[in-house]
């Protein structure tokens, strides 16, 4: 068990590495390393861990299971750690109203049905809910994430309702792609979406081993969980 300082100065230290892996891969596209936001994935990983995270400077938190997510959010902002929360796990239309309190961008809206659910759950409020769709490159569904035409209908829907706003896709690479190959297809994917929905610029795709590749071809935001805050139980 580590103590929190030392566990402060392990996350600071995992953080730096990562910052600097983002800013490698930034300058070796040419591409300003603003243009990319870090979202740390704590699943498995305690609500302290979040609050040393954002005291540390990270903005942004990342979260695949609503179970664990609700209580760590709410640990944290009692802690007075407020970042914006991503969620990025499949998502049952049944944990819908839950993840509506605290997620900011929910990035695994992947079918029209989910759409008008977390619509109809949003009702009236004021703010609308930043939506990705997520997208499976290899066209394989059981993971979660749409493909071919649903991408375009789902992304449609998602711009008409009034509790929402588009803000790109998120996508995972395929384990037995080339991740080059995969995020390339992503960037094709992408410059289609935004020639119909111009705000549509988000770009969600790299985690701890492939963020390099994920940089190269256009992500703006990169989902890192490993390389942060260590190894997870493998059975989660
Ligand atoms: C767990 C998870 C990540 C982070 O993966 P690492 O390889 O640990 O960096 C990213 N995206 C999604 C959707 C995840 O579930």
Redesign the pocket.
Known sequence: MTSPAGRKDELAASLAEVRERIARACAAAGRPAEEVTLVA?T?TYPASDVVLLTGLGVTDI?E?RDQEAAPKAAAARAEGATPRWHF??QLQRNKVKSVIEYADVVESVDSERLVTALDRALGERPAPLEVLVQVSIDGDASRGGAAGDDIWRISDAVAAAPSLRLGGVMA?APLDWDPDRAFEELAAITGRLVTHHPDATTVSAG???DLEAAIRHGATHV?????LLGM?NPLR
């Open positions: 994935v699943k990342g695949n990025i796990g995972v985690m701890s081993g989902r890192i969980g490993t390389s997870r």
